[in-house]
């Protein structure tokens, strides 16, 4: 991937250049919640990429469409009104800049405390539609987490779940809207970023997003491939979190948004993050006997506190591997 310098009508983003088109992948596993096999399922697809779509999950269709419908009123206001919602610190409105670190993006979202809800200054229909489908996707996240426990033949069966059920959770929800960019067509091999290439530091990520393209996730042989849009569906990401956890069994996605040229994406993630003194060790029925951690130990908010501190694209365990984990990996 090269860095290109930015043309003046595109001036604050990001542009990439790549070598060959990028492959859609047809590859992606789904996974029925209500199949039998369906923790094996997800233990599998969460070793091999890290993440894997969800149907048959239950959530209304009506929920999905409703927060939609609220998000794109919301971002189609005048910039000034949305503006009111801002800056977020960390919380509330942002547009371009993705964190204090220098990280832009063809990109403008709300980020959201879920425990509790934030209170911003936005309408009232808009805040009911978050709530409740924050409530709606906090249950999946809990039921995703104990399938994934019994595939682990993790002991107790909540020992994940718990930690986003903690009423001190520190978990949070994204609305993210990327605007169509017709300058795109003038960048003949090139394509704008959304949002940089990252993990996510939390447990697991919840997506769902408009029918529009732009999703890509990193392969093991590190590769970019395509996410066929599905707005019935939920894209399930393991995060750094739950990476080490499960002692790198299971591994966190890299993952990036694209730009489109005609359509606007609008994306919605629920972060589902344990408390802040939450110690994040790996966790002992995940490890056969003899084996060691592969990381040092870390309170979630150290953790947390680290992550701000990088950009978007560095490798934020890295800090946290041991010697040997380093060296082997």
């Given at each position: 991937m090269v860095v290109l310098s930015q043309p003046a009508a595109l001036g604050h983003c990001s542009l990439i250049k790549t070598c060959k088109p990028t492959a859609v992948f047809t590859r992606i596993p789904v996974i029925d919640l209500k199949d039998q096999e369906a923790k094996t399922l997800i233990v599998k697809a969460c070793e091999e990429y890290g993440f894997f779509k969800l149907v048959n999950h239950g959530v209304p269709i009506e929920l999905m469409t409703r927060l939609e419908a609220e998000a794109l009123s919301f971002f189609n206001l005048p910039q000034s009104e949305k503006d009111k919602a801002g800056p977020p610190t960390p919380f509330g409105y942002g547009n371009k800049r993705i964190g204090p670190n220098g990280d832009i993006g063809w990109i403008e979202y709300l980020l959201l405390n879920t425990n509790p809800p934030t209170s911003l200054n936005t309408p009232e229909n808009f805040r009911c539609a978050v709530n409740e489908y924050v409530q709606a996707v906090k249950r999946l996240a809990f039921e995703v987490l104990e399938l994934m426990a019994d595939g682990l033949k993790i002991e107790p069966r909540d020992a994940l779940s718990r930690l986003l059920r903690d009423e001190r959770s520190d978990s949070c929800f994204r609305l993210n809207h990327y605007p169509p960019c017709p300058e795109l067509q003038a960048l003949s091999?090139?394509?704008?970023?959304g949002f940089g290439e990252h993990t996510d530091p939390q447990i697991i990520s919840i997506l769902r997003s408009n029918n529009t393209?732009?999703?890509?996730?990193c392969l093991r042989d590190r590769s970019w491939v395509s996410v066929p849009p599905d707005q019935t569906s939920f894209f399930i990401n393991v995060g750094d979190a739950l990476q080490v956890m499960s002692n790198g069994?299971?591994?966190s996605v890299r993952h990036r948004v694209l730009a489109g040229s005609m359509k606007s994406r609008v994306s919605?993630?629920?972060?589902?993050?344990?408390?802040?003194s939450e110690k994040i060790v790996p966790m002992p029925s995940v490890m056969i006997e003899g084996e060691e951690s592969l990381y040092k130990e870390f309170t979630w908010w150290e953790y947390k506190n680290s992550a701000c501190k990088s950009r978007l694209g560095d490798n934020r365990l890295g800090l946290f591997q041991k010697t040997t984990a380093n060296a082997t990996q």
């Amino acid at each position: 991937m090269v860095v290109l310098s930015q043309p003046a009508a595109l001036g604050h983003c990001s542009l990439i250049k790549t070598c060959k088109p990028t492959a859609v992948f047809t590859r992606i596993p789904v996974i029925d919640l209500k199949d039998q096999e369906a923790k094996t399922l997800i233990v599998k697809a969460c070793e091999e990429y890290g993440f894997f779509k969800l149907v048959n999950h239950g959530v209304p269709i009506e929920l999905m469409t409703r927060l939609e419908a609220e998000a794109l009123s919301f971002f189609n206001l005048p910039q000034s009104e949305k503006d009111k919602a801002g800056p977020p610190t960390p919380f509330g409105y942002g547009n371009k800049r993705i964190g204090p670190n220098g990280d832009i993006g063809w990109i403008e979202y709300l980020l959201l405390n879920t425990n509790p809800p934030t209170s911003l200054n936005t309408p009232e229909n808009f805040r009911c539609a978050v709530n409740e489908y924050v409530q709606a996707v906090k249950r999946l996240a809990f039921e995703v987490l104990e399938l994934m426990a019994d595939g682990l033949k993790i002991e107790p069966r909540d020992a994940l779940s718990r930690l986003l059920r903690d009423e001190r959770s520190d978990s949070c929800f994204r609305l993210n809207h990327y605007p169509p960019c017709p300058e795109l067509q003038a960048l003949s091999g090139r394509n704008l970023i959304g949002f940089g290439e990252h993990t996510d530091p939390q447990i697991i990520s919840i997506l769902r997003s408009n029918n529009t393209s732009g999703l890509q996730i990193c392969l093991r042989d590190r590769s970019w491939v395509s996410v066929p849009p599905d707005q019935t569906s939920f894209f399930i990401n393991v995060g750094d979190a739950l990476q080490v956890m499960s002692n790198g069994r299971l591994r966190s996605v890299r993952h990036r948004v694209l730009a489109g040229s005609m359509k606007s994406r609008v994306s919605m993630i629920y972060f589902g993050g344990p408390p802040l003194s939450e110690k994040i060790v790996p966790m002992p029925s995940v490890m056969i006997e003899g084996e060691e951690s592969l990381y040092k130990e870390f309170t979630w908010w150290e953790y947390k506190n680290s992550a701000c501190k990088s950009r978007l694209g560095d490798n934020r365990l890295g800090l946290f591997q041991k010697t040997t984990a380093n060296a082997t990996q």
